[in-house]
């Protein structure tokens, strides 16, 4: 059962036994321990391994050093006290100042023996000689090391292999004597460790059913998993909350650690199968693809929700344009977290443990904290694509080695990490099943019942290795949904729930995935329960919950089928190219709009017109069917430019029979890096280089070839629509998304072609011979796909005569 009190909680966290790390904080001299060791020894383990003798014309050092894999950590450094390291042949290698924590981390080792590190002053001798530095290799521990940790219900800390401390926060189902249960793991640089406690007074009479209600974790998919009857560990990363360590995201440190907690997890006696699960959205979603990919054998499967494909080109720099708004906002946020008592809850835990023990391993955890990494400073040091520095941190190129199985869910318009997402579903390469469903809406969509009830049925069949089955007090969950959602949502029948045998249901799920692997959900916000009948009813528009799904076999879908469009003189769309001999349209840039956002609230959004000058748009004739799209679009321009770069954003909607336009989908492209990628780039997804070396500048006044990306999208074009394209100056198309565009002395004016000589065009990934069923929506309705009134907009020509280039 849950700890009877805060008390208890901080007694569970530091009576629990725990293994010894291989290594442990060390002076010349002496095996001296460091408050970590310290506290090691109050549990029951011991240095035996690491005594070393203080070299000849070194005297004992003030600081500790903890070796580490690629690193070398510093603590009790004076504030300022200037620090080096020198490797075996007595060459200096890296050299930094201690922060006011007296801490200091050296990063970017090369592994090996016979390091030391000194103070830099010529009059002091004092040194931390014989140290090594690991390799990822020789760093992983023997299984023992996990199997000697012990976990109890509430907080806790997980020993990693260099010696680290991680907080955690366990929650159980039931009585623990009454396990093993299943069990998911969240993990992240939030605050998944944080104390739980009860989640509404008025529902502690539920709590005997639902132990979760009265210790509900303070991460989602713990209280969410709780409801499902699962045991849950909230992890927070190394450098953040009460863990120790310093944040740097997703570093190498990061992923072993991740390792390391699933294989800790995994070994206690009350998690069912000695194997574990991973559960979260965004931040804890992205971590479990980085997780994942170090292969932790006891892990079983994994769900991210609402992730990247890409560190760079997903969020932070789409089409080589930084995202400053929420991409800076969220790593700049973070990294303010990861500082000493950035989260804010870490001195209540510290106090529980002076209360407790008269010492705190939460307080000793944060002298790394200030040696947090500036994930916005670094980006802003690399513009362009290095292999080296972002390929480590990009799930496109390492998720093909995850061996469990896989389910995704992501939401087109998703304000935060954005619908690129979709761009990873084709390489688990390595995985046995993949599950994975996308959908119209917004970021925490993935928590919606339409999704939950086939994470669910998931996460039984691969963890908890049982029939599907519904939740108890499932009309409790709907009311929480309906308290989140703002609507009355039913909990959809759980798949394969109707299956005699737990064999039954697996091979069951198998089958299906197989086939079809892929669901998309169209037109959610509209589904028929959500409307009103009468004009007195309650009007639900908007809601999590769609009309219909289709299934398909791959991303992008075997079915589909470029539906190209040209641009023409006189603002239309047509299949048929354009026959003037010289013609195109202009547009100002626009210096404000990288800074403008959708404005009102979800799931609606107030959606502003474009200033007159400010934009080329072009309208497609009404259709004469409905037209089902799928996939990614790629808009083909030819442009020029009275500056040597452009920033260029396409935007395109659906202009209603009603005379009403609905937001679909957006994509971008700084046109200096618009070089494709032969070994990537298809008529369908114009993938970039990125490269410093391919970058181009325009010369001004002369066409260039530019395809920009329109990001994934599902969405039904009605018979008697119109597609419209837009093209402008990043901004005005997020809510969250904003731009740090190109600076200019003077007022810049782009062009965009529509000749037989720069036949500019939109290709759209159609679904060919789609029969839809459902009704049009209403607008606004269709979740996070703002609507507004239909407006005509007039074109500026451009001036006749520019020149063509080869670039």
Same mark, same amino acid.
């Given at each position: 059962m849950p700890p009877d009190s805060m008390r208890d909680v901080a007694t569970h966290a530091l009576t629990a036994r725990s293994a010894c790390p291989r290594r442990v904080t060390r002076r010349v001299g002496s095996a001296v321990c460091s408050g970590f060791a310290a506290l090691l020894l109050l549990v029951g383990c011991s240095d035996s391994s690491d005594s070393t003798a203080q070299a000849v014309g070194f005297e004992a050092a003030s600081f500790d050093v903890r070796e580490s894999v690629e690193q070398l950590h510093i603590t009790g450094a004076e504030p300022g006290q200037e620090l080096a390291v020198y490797d075996r042949q007595g060459q200096r290698v890296a050299a930094g100042t201690a922060d006011d924590l007296g801490g200091l981390i050296f990063r970017r080792l090369t592994p090996g023996p016979g390091y030391s590190v000194r103070e830099t002053i010529a009059e002091s001798s004092a040194a931390v000689q014989d140290l090594s530095v690991w390799s990822v290799e020789e760093s992983l521990p023997e299984t023992a090391f996990y199997a000697a940790q012990e976990l109890q219900p509430g907080f806790n800390y997980i020993t990693t292999r260099d010696g680290t401390r991680l907080s955690a926060y366990v929650t159980l189902p039931g009585p623990i004597e009454e396990g093993p249960y299943p069990t998911l793991v969240n993990y992240s640089g939030y605050s998944p460790s944080r104390p739980g406690g009860v989640l509404d007074e008025n529902l502690v009479g539920f709590c005997e059913t639902l132990p979760v209600l009265c210790d509900a974790p303070n991460h989602p998919s713990g209280l969410i998993g709780g409801f499902m009857g699962y045991a849950t560990v909230g992890v927070n990363m190394r450098g953040t909350g009460c863990s120790g360590g310093a944040y740097d995201y997703f570093e190498t440190l990061q992923v072993l650690d991740g390792y390391d907690v699933i294989e800790t997890v995994a070994a206690q006696s009350w998690v069912f199968s000695n194997g574990v699960g991973m559960a979260g959205l965004s931040y804890p979603g992205i971590s479990q693809l980085f997780v994942a990919q170090s292969r932790p054998p006891s892990l079983k499967a994994i769900t991210p929700l609402s992730i990247i494909a890409e560190t760079s080109s997903s969020t932070l720099v789409p089409g080589g344009i930084y995202n400053n708004g929420f991409a800076f906002e969220w790593?700049?946020?973070?990294?303010?977290?990861?500082?000493?008592?950035?989260?804010?809850?870490?001195?209540?835990?510290?106090?529980?443990?002076?209360?407790?023990?008269?010492?705190?391993?939460?307080?000793?955890?944060?002298?790394?904290?200030?040696?947090?990494?500036?994930?916005?400073?670094?980006?802003?040091?690399?513009?362009?694509?290095?292999?080296?520095?972002?390929?480590?941190?990009? %799930?496109?190129k390492f998720v093909g080695t995850i061996d469990v199985p896989v389910l995704i869910s992501g939401a087109w318009q998703d304000e935060q990490t954005g619908a690129h997402f979709a761009t990873l579903l084709d390489k688990f390469s390595s995985a046995p099943v993949t599950r994975f469903i996308a959908f119209n809406g917004l970021h925490a969509d993935g928590y919606s019942p339409e999704v939950l009830a086939e994470w669910k049925a998931f996460l039984d069949i691969y963890v908890a290795e049982e /029939?599907?089955?519904? %939740?108890?007090?499932?009309?409790l969950a709907e009311l929480l949904f309906e308290q989140n959602f703002g609507a009355p949502l039913d909990f959809p029948e759980i798949p394969f729930s109707g299956e005699q045998s737990y064999a039954a249901a697996r091979t069951a799920f198998e089958a299906a995935a197989a086939k079809?692997?892929?669901?998309? /959900?169209?037109?959610?916000?509209?589904? %028929?329960?959500?409307?009103?009948?009468?004009?007195?009813?309650?009007?639900?528009?908007?809601?999590?919950? =769609?009309?219909?799904?289709?299934q398909f076999s791959q991303w992008p879908p075997r079915e589909q089928e470029p539906y190209r469009l040209y641009l023409q003189p006189d603002g239309a769309l047509s299949t048929n190219e354009p026959t003037d001999d010289d013609s195109a349209s202009s547009f100002m840039h626009d210096p404000d709009a990288g800074q403008r956002t959708f404005g009102g609230g979800q799931p609606f959004y107030e959606w502003t017109a474009t200033s007159p000058g400010k934009a080329a748009v072009f309208v497609s004739d009404s259709l004469t069917r409905?037209?089902?799209?799928?996939?990614?679009?790629?808009?083909?321009?030819f442009i020029a430019s009275s500056a040597e770069d452009a920033d260029i954003e396409v935007l395109l909607s659906e202009v209603r029979a009603d005379g009403l336009e609905t937001y679909v989908q957006a994509g971008w492209l700084r046109a200096s890096q618009r070089a494709l990628d032969p070994a990537q780039a298809t008529e369908l997804r114009p993938v970039k280089t990125h490269l410093e070396a391919d970058v181009s500048p325009l010369i001004p006044g002369e066409y260039v070839a530019a395809r920009v990306e329109i990001f994934p999208f599902a969405h039904i074009f009605r018979a008697g629509s119109r597609i419209r394209l837009q093209i402008d100056t990043p901004g005005d198309s997020r809510e969250l998304w904003r731009f740090m565009l190109l600076e200019y002395a003077e007022p810049v004016t782009h062009a965009v072609g529509h000749s037989s000589l720069y036949p500019s065009s939109v290709a759209l990934p159609l679904i060919p011979l789609v029969e839809v069923l459902s009704s049009p929506?209403?607008?606004p309705a269709l979740r996070g796909q703002p609507c507004r009134v239909f407006q005509e907009y007039t074109?500026?020509?451009?001036?006749? =005569?520019?020149?063509?280039?080869?670039q």
């Open positions: 790593a700049n946020n973070v990294v303010d977290g990861a500082q000493p008592y950035g989260q804010g809850w870490e001195q209540a835990q510290i106090d529980l443990e002076y209360e407790a023990f008269g010492y705190s391993i939460c307080e000793e955890n944060q002298q790394l904290h200030a040696q947090a990494v500036d994930a916005v400073g670094r980006a802003l040091e690399n513009p362009y694509y290095l292999p080296d520095v972002v390929d480590p941190l990009s %799930p496109s /029939i599907p089955r519904a %939740p108890p007090l499932l009309s079809n692997p892929l669901r998309i /959900i169209f037109d959610r916000g509209v589904a %028929p329960e959500l409307l009103p009948v009468a004009p007195d009813d309650p009007d639900y528009r908007g809601a999590p919950a =769609g009309v219909f799904s289709m409905d037209m089902v799209f799928v996939g990614s679009g790629s808009v083909d321009l929506p209403p607008c074109n500026t020509a451009a001036p006749s =005569g520019l020149s063509v280039t080869s």
